[in-house]
């Protein structure tokens, strides 16, 4: 058998024993917990990468090592004749770049421009017209949300800790500010953070002085109990207390998400 026809069915075995490992990786890795539309289109998107590059991957490494075993000599012998390597095959090298350039153009086309068009289609306002708005306020170190639609200024759970809740299926304009409502008059009083939540694919920064939007829809009824991933975290070093800035998320049930409303209002009038 020669070396490449044993090449090559080595690299074909690896390879569909890489896209099998794939398979069970995209289907049960518990760190894949995506709940919300958007962060669907990044999962997406790293799924068709991981598959395509499977096979270059294993092609790559095999070649990395069958080139140690070639053209292996003990130290201080000249290699023989016929163990000597010289790129002088014009097809490989046009076939090499060639493939290189195609992926590369595939990856820009697929999936980064088509799901960048689906996000952008997601910030038009014309599909926002019935959203429900959530103020999101970043503060060293703490996030408070309101729901200006329902008067609600700062919800919180049972405990007092700052709680966002929303509604599966119901599209979300997030609107992002950092500053600290104690400063009001000086709305770069306080610093950079960033809105993360890992269950929704987000992450965004939050800038003092600026107003930053997300648009998204939750996809699954879920909460902070059920998988860590569903929190608001943030991502931005933003003093000794980021460790700790994090808030839990619930997505309710319409009705749920109504009494909850009315919940948070009779405990707004009961502080009032």
């Known amino acids: 058998m020669g070396e490449n026809v044993l090449f090559t069915i080595l690299w074909v075995v690896f390879s569909v024993l890489g896209e099998i490992g794939d398979r069970v990786l995209i289907h049960h890795n518990p760190m894949y917990y995506i709940v919300s539309n958007q962060g669907e289109l990044a999962l997406q998107a790293f799924n068709f990468i991981l598959v395509v590059l499977t096979p270059i991957f294993v092609f790559v490494v095999l070649f990395l090592l069958f080139t140690m075993v070639r053209f292996h000599t003990k130290r201080g012998e000249m290699p023989p004749a016929n163990r000597r390597f010289a790129v002088d095959n014009k097809a490989f090298v046009v076939m090499w770049v060639g493939g290189s350039i195609v992926i590369n153009l595939l990856f820009f086309l697929h999936p980064t421009t088509s799901a960048m068009e689906q996000m952008f289609a997601l910030d038009e306002p014309a599909a926002n017209t019935h959203d429900l708005i959530v103020d999101v306020t970043a503060r060293q170190w703490e996030w408070i949300f309101s729901y200006p639609q329902y008067g609600l200024t700062q919800t919180v759970n049972a405990n007092g800790q700052d709680l966002l809740e929303l509604p599966v299926n119901k599209p979300v304009e997030f609107v992002l500010r950092s500053y600290d409502p104690y400063h009001t008059y000086d709305q770069y009083a306080d610093v950079i953070h960033s809105f993360w939540i890992p269950a929704f694919g987000i992450k965004e920064d939050v800038i003092p002085g600026e107003t930053r939007y997300e648009y998204l829809t939750p996809t699954k009824i879920t909460s ?18 980021h460790p700790w800035m994090e808030a839990p998320l619930k997505v309710v049930s319409q009705a749920q998400f109504a009494q909850w409303i009315q919940y948070e209002k009779s405990l707004a009038n009961g502080a009032g």
Request: proline share 11%; charged share 10%.
């Open 224 to 241: 902070f109990s059920v998988n860590p991933m569903v929190r608001v975290q943030c991502a931005e070093v933003c003093g000794p207390g």
